[in-house]
Nanobody, 122 residues
Framework: QVQLVESGGGLVQPGGSLRLSCAAS????????MGWYRQAPGKQRELVAT???????NYADSVKGRFTISRDNAKNTVYLQMNSLKPEDTAVYYC????????????????WGQGTQVTVSS
């Protein structure tokens, strides 16, 4: 089994910063693209940022210049550094990863974390 566990969420004032972490554990042969998504109250889940195994990144327009996604392949961990936070960033943030559990798999399976709450409020 593969598990993704997010951490680092919490309450922060506008203009503040948070650093989210997502660690993958379990049966892992290789991890491909990883990403962060978020879902605000009354809204659908949306993409925040993604990063490939080679380090190529993609960001939603709403977070460009403020958020930075990174990964540590040796630790099977992806991070999201969030700066200059705004109230509209308030949401549950979910980690996503494409994983091959072992070398016998020829397809990539998608896994989701349980989410971590980020609240930006004064």
């Amino acid at each position: 089994q593969v598990q993704l566990v997010e951490s680092g969420g919490g309450l922060v004032q506008p203009g503040g910063s948070l650093r989210l972490s997502c660690a993958a554990s379990g049966s892992i042969f290789s991890i491909y693209a990883m990403g962060w998504y978020r879902q605000a109250p009354g809204k659908q889940r949306e993409l925040v940022a993604t990063i490939t195994s080679g380090g190529s990144t993609n960001y939603a327009d709403s977070v460009k210049g403020r958020f930075t996604i990174s990964r540590d392949n040796a630790k099977n961990t992806v991070y999201l550094q969030m700066n200059s936070l705004k109230p509209e960033d308030t949401a549950v943030y979910y980690c996503n990863a494409g994983v091959k559990p072992n070398s016998d798999y020829t397809v990539v399976l998608r896994y989701w974390g349980q989410g971590t709450q980020v609240t930006v409020s004064s």
